[in-house]
C-alpha cells in the first residue's frame, strides 16, 4: 500500500476541528500555485473520499494566520513555503478525512438542522446578539466563500467532533485530584529574554544572490491568465432576467466567433475581477473556451480563457528587497538560537518568585500572549535549564524550586478541562495511527 502517510510519520497536535469556523475570523489567505497530479479541484484521495482543494485552502489560511499571530507582521508567504505550511495544511486535513471515512463506516450524519444550530452561535454571523442571514452571506463573501461550501465543511467538522467523542473517557475523581496536585504545582523561577533586536545582520550582495539561488523556487510570480472578455452593461435598467437573455445571446455570438471580444486582459490568483466562484470556474477551464455569462454589480460578463501563464521565477532585482528581509530574519532566528545557547551556559537571570500554570505574572519585555507561552513551556519542560523561541525573541529560564500544594476542590473544572484535553489528544494521535492502516491515503500534492 503506498500512502501518503507513512511517509510523514508526525502527527500535529490534535484538537476538535473548529477549522470552519476559525476560517471565518481569520479571513481568506491566498494559496500559492501548486502542481497536482489527479486533477485542480482533489489535492488528496483518503479512503474513497477525495479532499478538494477547498477544504485544503481553508486549512491553510487558518494555519496562516496563527503563525501570523505569533510571528506578527514579519511573517509572509515566502516564510510560509519555507515552514512548509502547505504540507501542514494538508497532513491536518488529511486527519479530517480519515476520521469522515470511519464516521461513514459507524453511519453517523449530521443534519441540517444540527448546521441550522451552529451557525446561530458564530459571533461573526450576529446582529445585535441574534444571528442575521445577510450579515452571515456579507462575511463569508468577504472571507471569498459561499454559503454552500461554508456549510458543507461546518457539517464536517461537526461529524468529526461527533466521532472523537465516541472515546471521550469520563474522569476518576482521584485522577483529578492526582493530577490537579501536579497541575497547581509552582514553580520558583528566573527568566531572562534575549530580543533579535540586539543582533544586527548586514548582508553583502553575494549573500543574498546566494540565498535567493538557494530558494528562488519560493520567489515566483502568480498564476496567470490570459483572457478576453465582453461586458454587457445594464444601461437600460433591465432586470436581471432581462439582462441574462441579452447576455446569452451575446455569449452565442461570442462563442460561434461572429462578434469579436471588447477587451483582453492578464488576471491572477487573488483577482477581484469577477466573484471568487465564477473566477475559480474561469482558472479551470481550457485554453481558448468561452464561459457562460458571468453577473456582477449587475451587469454581464462572457469571458474567454485565452492561455494560462505559469508562475515564472522572478528576477533577483524584482525581489531583492524581500530577500533581504527574510535573510535578515532567517540569520537573526540562526544567531538567536545560538546566543540562547550559549547564554544558557552560563545563566544570570530575574526572579520572577513562585509561579503556576495559571499565574498572571508580567514578564518585562514580553506581551501578555507571549508570557502565557513560556509559562506553559516552564511546566512541561523536562529540563530545568532551557529556553523558548518565540521567533523574534528568546526566553530563557531556570527552576530554582518546586513545591506541590494540596489540591483546591475550587479549580476541579479547570483540571477536569485540562485532564480531559490532553487525553483527548493522546487517545486521538493512537486511533489515527490505526485509521492510517485502516484507509489508503494518496497524495496529490507536488513533493
Do not use: C
Not at 37 to 43: I, L, P
Not at 214 to 221: A, H, L, P
Not at 317 to 323: F, N, R, Y
Not at 384 to 401: H, Q, R, S
Amino acid at each position: 500500500m503506498i500512502t501518503w502517510m507513512q511517509r510523514h510519520k508526525k502527527w500535529l497536535i490534535v484538537t476538535i476541528w473548529v477549522s470552519t469556523i476559525a476560517f471565518v475570523g481569520a479571513g481568506f489567505v491566498g494559496w500559492g500555485s501548486y502542481n497536482y497530479g489527479k486533477s485542480d479541484s482533489a489535492v488528496a484521495v483518503v479512503g474513497d473520499k477525495e479532499v478538494p482543494l477547498a477544504d485544503l485552502q481553508s486549512e491553510y489560511s487558518n494555519l496562516y494566520s496563527q503563525y501570523q499571530n505569533m510571528l506578527g507582521k514579519n511573517f509572509n508567504q515566502e516564510l510560509a513555503k519555507q515552514f512548509k505550511l502547505e504540507e501542514m495544511a494538508l497532513q491536518r486535513v488529511i486527519q479530517k478525512y480519515l476520521f469522515l471515512n470511519y464516521a461513514d463506516d459507524l453511519g453517523l450524519i449530521t443534519t441540517d438542522l444540527e448546521v441550522a444550530k451552529e451557525l446561530v452561535k458564530i459571533p461573526s454571523f450576529l446582529k445585535d446578539g441574534k444571528f442575521d442571514k445577510n450579515t452571515y452571506v456579507s462575511v463569508l463573501k468577504q472571507n471569498r466563500r459561499t454559503v454552500s461550501e461554508f456549510e458543507e465543511q461546518l457539517k464536517k467538522d461537526l461529524l468529526v467532533a461527533k466521532v472523537q467523542k465516541i472515546y471521550n473517557l469520563p474522569l476518576e475523581k482521584n485522577e483529578i485530584t492526582n493530577i490537579g496536585s501536579l497541575l497547581f504545582s509552582q514553580d520558583k523561577v528566573s527568566v531572562k529574554v534575549i530580543n533579535d533586536n540586539l543582533i544586527k545582520i548586514t548582508p553583502t550582495l553575494d549573500q543574498l544572490k546566494k540565498y535567493w539561488e538557494e530558494n528562488k523556487e519560493n520567489y515566483k510570480s502568480l498564476q496567470g491568465y490570459d483572457i478576453s472578455y465582453s461586458k454587457i452593461e445594464n444601461i437600460e435598467g433591465k432586470d436581471i432576467k432581462q439582462m441574462k437573455k441579452t447576455a446569452l445571446r451575446e455569449y452565442l455570438n461570442l462563442k460561434k466567433e461572429k462578434t469579436q471580444f471588447q477587451n483582453t486582459t492578464t488576471i491572477y490568483d487573488g483577482s477581484d475581477f469577477l466573484p471568487q466562484k465564477e473566477l475559480e470556474e474561469i482558472f479551470k477551464a481550457a485554453n481558448n473556451e468561452v464561459l457562460k455569462p458571468i453577473l456582477k454589480d449587475n451587469n454581464y460578463y462572457v469571458v474567454r480563457l485565452n492561455k494560462k501563464i505559469q508562475p515564472q521565477i522572478l528576477p533577483f532585482e524584482d525581489v531583492k528587497s524581500q530577500i533581504n528581509k527574510n535573510y535578515i530574519m532567517e540569520q537573526k532566528n540562526k544567531q538567536l538560537e545560538e546566543l540562547a545557547q550559549k547564554e544558557l551556559k552560563n545563566f544570570n537571570g530575574t526572579d520572577i518568585g513562585y509561579i503556576t500554570r495559571a499565574s498572571n505574572v508580567e514578564i518585562n519585555g514580553l506581551s501578555n500572549e507571549e508570557t502565557a507561552q513560556v509559562l506553559q513551556n516552564i511546566f512541561k519542560s523536562s529540563k530545568k535549564e532551557n529556553y523558548m523561541n518565540l521567533g523574534t525573541k528568546a526566553v530563557l529560564f531556570k527552576i530554582e524550586d518546586t513545591t506541590m500544594p494540596t489540591f483546591d476542590e475550587k479549580n476541579i473544572e479547570m483540571v477536569k478541562s485540562s485532564i480531559e484535553g490532553a487525553k483527548t489528544n493522546a487517545i486521538t494521535s493512537l486511533f489515527l495511527e490505526k485509521l492510517q492502516n485502516k484507509y489508503d491515503v494518496k497524495s496529490y500534492l507536488s513533493e
